[in-house]
């Protein structure tokens, strides 16, 4: 009646290396996702940084040749008026 000995010990002692093993494999993807959602983060807001930077330049240029058109347009009227003025002497 000799029952067969079982190994209790080997196998928990198993079982607990591929715990531990599978714990620090699950923490290490764990970090690697977390710093490529915060690398992620950082690029969506420097596009959106750059895209704010051309927006502004756009407006200021779109000023600047307003601005610049306005003064040819007053040389020309200027110059219309000059030219049909009588001449004096």
Same mark, same amino acid.
């Given at each position: 009646m000799n029952a067969p000995a079982q190994k209790p010990k080997q196998t928990s002692r198993w079982g607990s290396l591929l715990q531990g093993a599978v714990a620090g494999i699950e923490s290490r993807l764990d970090t690697i996702l977390a710093e490529d &959602?915060?690398?992620?983060? !950082?690029? !969506?807001?420097? &596009?959106?940084?750059? +895209?704010?930077?051309?927006?502004? +330049?756009?407006?200021? /240029? +779109?000023?600047?040749?307003?601005? /610049?058109q306005g003064r040819q347009d007053g040389i020309g009227i200027l110059s219309h008026w000059c030219s049909g003025a009588p001449e004096l002497g």
């Open positions: &959602d915060q690398a992620s983060a !950082r690029s !969506r807001a420097a &596009d959106e940084a750059a +895209k704010q930077a051309t927006a502004e +330049k756009a407006v200021a /240029e +779109k000023a600047r040749l307003q601005q /610049e």
